[in-house]
């Protein structure tokens, strides 16, 4: 017992759950070094299997997957290549951060009233960055990717040590930040640059969507090391994209003339075949009423003929009341009977009318106690079961 015990204990692919074993399938292979350790003679590094995880969270498991599914891209500067290039990058004072609570209701304005003067962005932390300014931020964005860069370059195709999964999250981590900082701080070009395009048929919220991802793109490929302005850099690429975009809206317009309809998407053939039933009932029950198939009397052909307005048949001796739907007691006003009669005598004549028409058309009942049955939204009856 204590044998099978400490044999469990030893086993860790029997302690693990069924969500940690597809969390080590699905994730990043990372090789874990142990410290090194000391022998009587010499001293050496020993490393465990690739099999071993790194033990983060499933979230940097997946993120870390993301960043090293394809080489991190970068654009290369002379000082990246220096032993303490890092210290000397980074070395620099930090720049404040811009304050962008201004972008959300100046959007709104934009979009609400397109044609009335809006107000321009006014922030107390609004930050107007010089081309000094700009080459720091840029170096260090660059220098971030090009650290990861490295990481993927001298790990190759074998699994990435502890030290090496750490830094690379860390490195991609600054990048972002420098990344985000960098785009947030040049927002107003995207606004200034829509403004001076004309293009009627784009919409504007779209427009600045294009623009935006204009902005981060400049903001990858942007080689501070030629000694330019980022703007002048990123209006040229925003403006491209607005033209790029409204030439594709144009062509979608000229291929699909029409504007979307949600009424097309909805066939109406149901209720199309069903008014054309009803019409054709409607017609093969008027002409068993007037050629007398059902063997009516004359009282129930003159009930049938009033109380549904049955004209131009020859029923009704009065022309002035053939084409009136009149109720029970003015037809038993008409006839000299009480509404009850007039009623009864309904029922039969009706019943008759029913019996000459299934005679006539045998799949007719069943046509319509399934259409009844699918207005009211039941299963249809089984009359053969009868």
């Known amino acids: 017992m204590r044998d099978t015990i400490t044999s469990t204990r030893t086993n860790p692919n029997q302690s693990e759950s069924p969500l940690m074993r597809a969390r080590k399938r699905h994730g990043v292979a990372v090789r874990e070094r142990k410290a090194e350790r000391a022998t009587g003679r010499a001293t050496r590094s020993v490393a465990i299997e690739p099999k071993a995880l790194l033990p983060l969270t499933h979230s940097e498991e997946k993120l870390l997957k993301a960043i090293l599914a394809e080489p991190m891209d970068y654009i290369d500067h002379p000082e990246y290549h220096l032993e303490d290039a890092g210290e000397r990058i980074y070395g620099a004072a930090e720049i ?56 993927q370059k001298r790990a190759g195709t074998r699994a990435l040590t502890l030290a090496e999964a750490r830094d690379v999250l860390r490195w991609h981590g600054i990048a972002t930040r420098y990344r985000e900082q960098l785009a947030e701080t040049n927002l107003a070009l995207v606004l200034a640059m829509a403004k001076r395009v004309r293009i009627s048929e784009v919409d504007f919220a779209d427009l600045i969507s294009e623009g935006n991802m204009a902005l981060m793109r400049s903001v990858d490929k942007f080689d501070c090391g030629r000694g330019f302005k980022f703007s002048t850099y990123a209006c ?150 009868n």
């Not at 201004?102 to 081309?131: C, E, H």
């Not at 491209?240 to 009424?263: C, L, M, N, Q």
Request: hydrophobic share 40%; glycine share 4%.
């Open 236 to 385: 040229r690429a925003i403006l491209k994209a607005f033209s790029r975009h409204g030439i594709k809206v144009s062509t979608h317009r000229k291929r699909f003339g029409s504007e979307y309809d949600p009424t097309f998407e909805k066939s109406n053939h149901l209720e199309t075949v069903r008014a054309t039933h009803e019409r054709e009932c409607a017609d093969e029950v008027r002409h068993i009423v007037v050629a007398n198939k059902a063997d009516l009397s004359e009282i129930e052909l003159q009930v049938i003929a009033h109380r549904f307005g049955v004209s131009g048949s020859g029923l009704v001796a009065e022309p002035d009341i053939t084409s009136a739907n009149l109720t029970l007691e003015q037809v038993g006003q008409v006839i000299g009977v009480t509404k009850e009669r007039v009623r009864q005598i309904q029922n039969k004549a009706l019943e008759k009318i029913r019996a000459a028409l299934a005679d006539a058309n045998p799949n007719s009942s069943r046509e319509m106690a399934d259409d009844i049955a699918a207005r009211e939204g039941r299963r249809p009856v089984d009359l053969s079961a």
């Open 96 to 151: 404040m951060r811009p304050d962008v609570t201004w972008y959300r209701p100046l959007m709104d304005d934009f979009i609400a009233a397109r044609n009335r003067t809006v107000r321009t962005p006014k922030s107390q932390s609004s930050v107007l960055l010089t081309g000094a300014q700009e080459r720091v931020l840029f170096m260090k964005y660059n220098f971030a990717r090009f650290s990861v860069s490295e990481i």
